[in-house]
């Protein structure tokens, strides 16, 4: 019987999620945010607090660590367990203030500092599922950070109790925590043989026992409008403006179907991220998305077409397309480890959920580890409402995610 501490996880979560760990996409630095180490360094200091006394913070921001097989056997595989610290740039990550609202009753519940934030049974009908059992909140002026402190604090909660049970067999278990995520640079410097692992897990999903095998691939595209600029004073018949265009282009977007907001399942999208510029150039960075590698690269060729027709109406002006490869479908790599979902599928059905294989509308670190050798599926946390004010997580979800770790490393050494 595997008894994780509800109380201890709460107070640890809750605690993460008040440091502000928010990344920068704009930044080039590595982390792009210093304030991300700050959690990492109170982590790096609990891991040794627990005896874990590899453990280690490099100067870009990653925490390894590794707690040692207790097994007999001498070929059981070293798993790894990953989730990141940083918060998404997308809603403020400062002055978290969480709320631990206990047996939540169904009602909606008013977040305290902006009342105008309210969580709805009716828009997050998941919240049914803990109607009586204690959920957390942010209190209305942030998102609460749940992705990924959640993860990192099941991890942490699970590393503990595997430390403290040596009755609990495993082999060896890696512990990594990422910076960056979110801007998509997650994996840009990690040391994969300070990670040395076979196979691992990403913690950073949604509702319990959800297990995700599959993500999108992912390019970017950046369209470059070079204008022509004249004094505007004396400009009829000479100036083009660039930031014009650039609005054209946009408009000229589909509005029903190709992006975001009117997809869903397996059907991929175009969205634009970011516009800047001046009347002489402007810039619009677009994230290019779709579980299918040839209807991505169909969208990127649609896009160009789509804007040099727009650009080629207007003599004298240019325009530079680029676009490159952020991640790949992790499912490519997994299917071809298919013992890596199967293990957790077990571990999860081991704590008594059910087991909800899903494709992932965005991706994860994992997404790059399975194409850098380490096979990575994704393991449910709870988080929910991500990336924004009205985030929560119930901590009966928590709790099931770090039972399911605690399971998983048993399972891996039972299996070998």
């Not at 991300?36 to 453990?55: D, T, W, Y």
């Amino acid at each position: 019987m595997i008894n994780i501490n509800a109380e201890a996880l709460v107070e640890r979560f809750m605690r993460y999620v008040q440091i502000d760990t928010q990344s920068d996409p704009q930044s080039e630095t590595y982390p792009t945010t210093e304030k991300q180490k700050n959690l990492s360094r109170v982590l790096l200091n609990e891991l040794h607090a627990m005896g874990i006394g590899g453990a280690e913070l490099d100067d870009n921001g990653y925490v390894y660590a590794t707690i040692p097989s207790n097994s007999k056997k001498d070929n059981v595989p070293a798993i790894c367990f990953c989730s990141h610290v940083d918060t998404a740039p997308d809603c403020s990550g400062a002055n978290v203030k969480p709320i631990l609202h206990k047996k939540y009753d169904g009602n909606d519940i008013i977040l305290p500092d902006d009342i105008t934030q309210v969580l709805k049974l009716k828009d997050a009908p998941y919240l049914k599922q803990h109607i009586g059992s204690d959920i957390i909140t942010a209190s209305g002026n942030t998102l609460l950070g749940a992705d990924d402190k959640s993860g990192v604090a099941v991890i942490m909660q699970a590393a503990e109790y595997l430390v403290n049970n040596p009755s609990v067999i495993h082999g060896k278990i890696k512990i990594v925590f990422t910076p960056d995520e979110e801007v998509g640079k997650g994996t840009a410097k990690i040391d994969m043989n300070k990670v040395g692992a076979q196979f691992g897990y990403t913690l950073d999903g949604g509702d319990a026992g959800s297990l995700e095998d599959e993500t999108f691939s992912a390019d970017g595209a950046k369209i470059v409008i070079n204008g022509v600029i004249a004094h505007p004073g004396y400009a009829k018949g000479k100036l083009v403006n660039a930031i014009k265009i650039a609005g054209e282009i946009l408009d000229a977007l589909p509005k029903n179907e190709w992006a975001p907001e009117a997809t869903e399942h397996k059907e991929g999208f175009v969205h634009p991220v970011r516009v800047e510029g001046i009347a002489e150039k402007a810039t619009i960075d677009f994230i290019v998305r779709d579980f299918d590698l040839q209807k991505l690269k169909a969208h990127g060729k649609k896009l160009e077409a789509l804007a040099q027709h727009i650009v080629d109406k207007y003599p004298g002006t240019t325009m530079e397309f680029t676009i490159s490869e952020q991640y790949r479908n992790m499912k490519e790599i997994l299917d071809k480890h298919p013992e890596v979902a199967a293990y957790a599928a077990e571990a999860i059905r081991r704590t008594g959920l059910e087991v909800k294989t899903e494709s992932i509308r965005g991706g994860t670190d994992g997404s790059k580890l399975s194409y850098m050798g380490l096979p990575c599926p994704n393991i449910f946390t709870g988080m929910q409402g991500i990336h924004s004010k009205i985030e929560w997580i119930g901590v009966k979800d928590m709790m099931k995610s770090a039972e399911t770790i605690v399971h998983l490393c048993m399972v891996w050494e039972e299996k070998s």
